[in-house]
């Protein structure tokens, strides 16, 4: 008869502990990615040594993958439910009474001129009150330093036009 349950040790024991700690510590804090390498690590060397045979090991497997993905629910709970790592939210909102602005947000450039700092073929660069912005003609190749007028805002594009002077 094949027992999949294998004889668990001290190492083991020690193996599985440090690896599951250090692979929680990677969900905490995500980064470089040592501690959960150094965790996966741990936990294959806890299955390596200890298992005796392939049922054995695949049991120990899928034991430490169930562990590990009930781990991360829980961390992915509490970091929804705010209870965990605040920092990592920014708390105030950036509204556009204080001055922020998004960049989805350009319908204020619209009817604004400026002069093309690169040849528009049709995409190129104007320069509007110094900012550089990427725009699109309106079909027609504009060349570099030509006076252009901003008249359609389509989300971030930009779609401007030769002015007449």
Known sequence: MIAFL????????????????LVLLEMHIPGFGVPGIAGAICLILAVA????NFAQ?????????????????VVLTFFTKGKFFKPLILPDEQKKEHGYISSSDLDYL???????????????????????????????????????????VSGVKLLVKKVKI
């Open 6 to 21: 294998p004889d668990v040790t001290v190492l083991t024991v020690l193996l599985l502990v440090v690896g599951f700690g």
């Open 49 to 52: 040594l200890t298992a005796e």
């Open 110 to 152: 619209l009817g604004k001129s400026g002069v093309a700092v690169t040849d528009l073929r049709p995409t190129g660069s104007v320069d509007i009150d110094g900012v550089k912005f990427d725009v699109i003609s309106e079909g027609e190749y504009i060349n570099k330093g030509t006076n252009v007028e901003i008249f359609k």
């Open 57 to 73: 090991a695949l049991v120990m497997i899928l034991g430490i993958l169930a562990i590990l993905g009930i781990m991360l629910g």
